[in-house]
């Protein structure tokens, strides 16, 4: 059976009980947290830097942290997360101005590697760095805001993806962002992802344990 991880995105939580809201996804059998930094100018929002990572480690959150990074530049940013408590640390090829640099640091530093691409970003990019990243974060969601609506040519892309890993070899996790909720998410998970994180489709609803078991009841049902 695969194993599929879901990673709540902390966009969509509480931000006045944010260390609440982060231990009680994990409470209720998310598996990991997902946290957007935005600068404003990378994207059109701007969100929360390493001292709200920091602080959630403080409050006593055990669980990895994936921190997906829309800033630019970012090696400043990788250093200061790593030291905040970043279990992976996620970043976008366009903000990086040395890009082997950039993986090395974030492996150096302890943390996973990650790579994200926007929705008009092509996957022939991660051809050449495979061998040195351990997740792929694919945004079915122009980057920026919570809520938006999953963009269906998304799958293409995913499957694509998916083949590229398995003919590669690696031991590399593909996770979606962006408008997955329990209706799509056996379709995006026959696809190809193995990692799905949800935002407003868990913490708009009364009861994360609920929303969270019926996505993994959809996923048991992926051939």
């Known amino acids: ?115 994200a691409l926007k929705p008009e970003t092509t996957w022939h990019c991660l051809e050449s760095i495979l061998e040195k990243i351990d997740l792929i974060l694919v945004l079915s969601v122009n980057p920026g805001f919570a809520g938006q609506t999953f963009i269906p040519s998304t799958l293409d892309k995913i499957n694509q993806i998916r083949n590229l890993i398995s003919i590669s070899g690696y031991d590399i996790r593909l996770a979606v962002d962006g408008g997955i909720k329990i209706e799509n998410i056996a379709q995006i998970a026959e696809a190809g992802a193995d990692t799905f994180v949800a935002g407003s489709a868990i913490f708009d609803h009364h009861d994360y344990a609920e929303v969270i078991a019926e996505m993994r009841r959809e996923l048991a049902k992926v051939k």
Do not use: W
Request: negative net charge; hydrophobic residues 45%; proline residues 3%.
């Open 1 to 115: 059976m695969q194993d599929y991880k879901i990673a709540p995105s902390l966009l969509s939580a509480d931000f006045a009980r944010l260390g609440e809201e982060a231990q009680s996804v994990i409470d209720a059998d998310g598996d990991k947290l997902h946290l957007d930094a935005m600068d404003n100018h990378f994207v059109p929002n701007l969100t929360v830097g390493p001292l709200v990572c920091a602080a959630l480690r403080r409050y006593g959150i055990k669980a990895d942290i994936n921190i997906h990074l829309m800033a630019k530049p970012i090696d400043r940013l990788i250093a200061d997360f790593a030291k905040a408590g970043a279990t992976d640390i996620t970043f976008h090829l366009e903000a990086s101005d040395h890009i082997e640099s950039s993986l090395t640091l974030i492996r150096n530093l302890g943390c996973k590697v990650g790579i």
